[in-house]
Structures are given as C-alpha cells and as structure tokens.
Nanobody
Framework: QVQLVESGGGLVQAGGSLRLSCAAS????????MGWYRQAPGKQRDLVAS???????RYADSVNGRFTISRDNAKTTVFLQMDSLKPEDTAVYYC???????????WGQGTQVTVSL
C-alpha cells in the first residue's frame, strides 16, 4: 500500500519561510514524479512544483523564484522550501506521487499553510 507522509505546515508571517516534506513508501525506481499541489478554500487544487525521477523540475508561475522543490539522496522524500511567503500562498498543500506500475495518482493527507499579514 502506497503511503505519503507529509509534514512541515504551519502559520507564518508574510515574508517568512516554511519547509514541507513528503516521504513516500515506495522505492525510488518506482517513482515517476513527485509534486506539491495546493488548494485554497473554494478553489481548485493546482500544481505548485514537481520533480521527475530524472530530476527535472517544474513550478507554477506564482511561486517561481520563491519556492524550491528538492529531494533527499534516497529520492523517496521530497521537500518544498517556501521563501518570501505571501498571504495568497495560504492553502492546504498536498503531496502527489505517480509510479511506474499504476496510472493512479497517490495523494498525501495534506498540510495547512497559513500566511498572515
């Protein structure tokens, strides 16, 4: 059973930083892509950043230059370093995993990020 364990959300003032982590219970060779999505109240869930097995990264325009996605040496945990946070970054952040042996998307439980003025 695939599990994604997220951590690192919280409350921060505008201009501050947070670091999210997501650990996957699969082997690195199984991973196609891992990414972070976010969903604010009343809005759809949108891509924030993703990283492929080969290390290619992708960012939403709204976070490019402020957020950085990375992974550990084992390539089964991804991190999202969020700097220069803005109130509009407030949302529940979800980790998503895609693996080579399934067409399904696997999601974490979500972690709340709240940025105050």
């Amino acid at each position: 059973q695939v599990q994604l364990v997220e951590s690192g959300g919280g409350l921060v003032q505008a201009g501050g930083s947070l670091r999210l982590s997501c650990a996957a219970s699969v082997s690195a060779v199984s991973i196609v892509t891992m990414g972070w999505y976010r969903q604010a109240p009343g809005k759809q869930r949108d891509l924030v950043a993703s990283i492929t097995r080969t290390g290619d990264t992708r960012y939403a325009d709204s976070v490019n230059g402020r957020f950085t996605i990375s992974r550990d040496n084992a390539k089964t945990t991804v991190f999202l370093q969020m700097d220069s946070l803005k109130p509009e970054d407030t949302a529940v952040y979800y980790c998503k995993l895609n693996v080579i042996w399934s067409a399904s998307d696997y999601w974490g439980q979500g972690t709340q990020v709240t940025v105050s003025l």
